[in-house]
């Protein structure tokens, strides 16, 4: 097994009182959280799309029918060689507030590999890096990388 490969991959994006994390691993998903007081809370829980392997004129319309429905696409980990990540994100639909990312990637053994360095919240829960979500988390947006102000 290729121990370089990538396979767990989050986009963490923040606007107003907001939280989306994007999800790409075998398939793609994301769940939305709320700001309620201290912690952020969500009742979503993934629904994995695009398990798609081959790279295909089919799969590329898959991509693209999804990135037109959600705001945004991601190669899963069957596509490519497993190293390359791509997240393409419409930022028109995040509207005009600030807006700050977190980016997490880990390999089989979990070892996590994210942006900005000193990140310090629950953007690293092992179990959302692996698809799982919790109904409240504590996220630090303010010490994400800024975007826009």
Excluded at 4 to 13: E, G, H, I, K, Q
Excluded at 70 to 82: A, F, K, L, R
Aim: a neutral charge; one cysteine or more.
């Amino acid at each position: 097994m290729d121990r370089t490969v990538l396979p767990l991959r989050t986009f963490s994006m923040n606007f107003r009182e907001r939280v989306v994390v994007m999800h790409a691993s075998a398939a793609l998903d994301a769940v939305e959280y709320e700001k309620k007081g201290e912690v952020w809370r969500t009742s979503d829980v993934f629904q994995w799309e695009l398990r798609d392997r081959p790279y295909n004129s089919e799969t590329a319309g898959k991509m693209e029918s999804y990135y037109r429905k959600y705001g945004w696409v991601s190669n899963n980990v069957n596509i490519g060689d497993g190293k390359t990540i791509e997240f393409k994100c419409d930022l028109r639909r995040w509207g005009k507030s600030r807006l700050s990312v977190a980016i997490v990637m880990a390999d089989y053994s979990m070892n996590l590999h994210h942006v900005p360095p000193g990140l310090e919240d629950h953007t690293l829960s092992p179990r959302l890096i692996q698809g799982y979500t919790s109904d409240s988390l504590s996220f630090r947006p303010d010490s994400w990388l800024f975007v826009r102000e």
